[in-house]
């Protein structure tokens, strides 16, 4: 079974500053979407980027990066420039097909002003 | 307004009830998700569906029931053999077209047994 592991359970960054999230995952496919979901304090989960396994560039989305080694199974999530509105749990998702997700543990992520 | 809906934001359950949270999506998506999150963990999937009149057990689907009568909607039933009920359920849904499948969440309801 795939299987997701975050591996910080808390990280903390000044404000301004970046911050990079760690994630790896495990299967035997060569095809697959990963993600990165963002769960603020009212708990809805929003995502914040997604990567297909098949493109070799990383994802961007405006301050919001990933580090996709997929020989490695890793896809770290960079956070640059921190905002105080950054604080959250942070997940990392692997879809294993059927669009079903496989979450990790999640990182709360704590923004110092 | 598109999104996902779900109700109620809090619900209580005494032990040996049955209960039945409500999810609604008016984004025109063909799947539907509910998965479940336990504090300090991360989401695990109870149920889903890509069409009307069918679902799929996910992993935790013992002691939990769904229908899917209208693509709107696909409410799940906690019942009473669910032993461990207590905990943060969210709703999701999803085109089913392979690049284009992220799934959207709606706010969840807080399950709590008294």
């Known amino acids: 079974a795939q299987t997701v592991t975050q591996s910080q359970p808390e990280m903390s960054v000044q404000e301004a500053e970046t911050v990079t999230l760690s994630c790896t995952y495990d299967t035997s496919e060569s095809d697959y979407y990963l993600f990165w979901y963002k769960q603020p304090p009212s708990r809805q989960m929003i995502l914040v980027i997604r990567q297909e396994a098949y493109k070799q560039q990383n994802a961007t989305e405006n301050r919001f990066s990933v580090n996709f080694q997929k020989a490695a199974k890793s896809f770290s999530l960079k956070i640059s420039d921190s905002q105080l509105g950054d604080a959250a749990m942070y997940f990392c998702a692997y879809e294993q097909g059927a669009q079903k997700l496989v979450f990790g543990q999640g990182t709360r992520l704590t923004i110092n002003p | 307004d598109g999104g996902i809906t779900q109700s109620p934001k809090y619900l209580f359950r005494k032990e040996g009830q049955n209960v039945t949270l409500s999810c609604e999506q008016n984004?025109?998506?063909?799947?539907m998700y509910w998965y479940r999150q336990d504090p300090g963990q991360g989401l695990r999937l109870i149920y889903y569906s890509q069409i009307v009149n069918d679902f799929q057990k996910g992993d935790i689907a013992e002691g939990y029931s769904v229908s899917r009568e209208k693509k709107e909607s696909f409410p799940l039933t906690v019942t009473s053999a669910q032993k461990n009920p207590t905990a943060f359920y969210l709703c999701?849904?999803?085109?089913?077209?392979?690049?284009?499948?992220?799934?959207?969440f709606g706010p969840g309801t807080r399950l709590t047994v008294l």
């Open positions: 999701a849904s999803s085109i089913v077209f392979a690049s284009t499948d992220t799934q959207y």
């Open positions: 984004l025109n998506h063909d799947a």
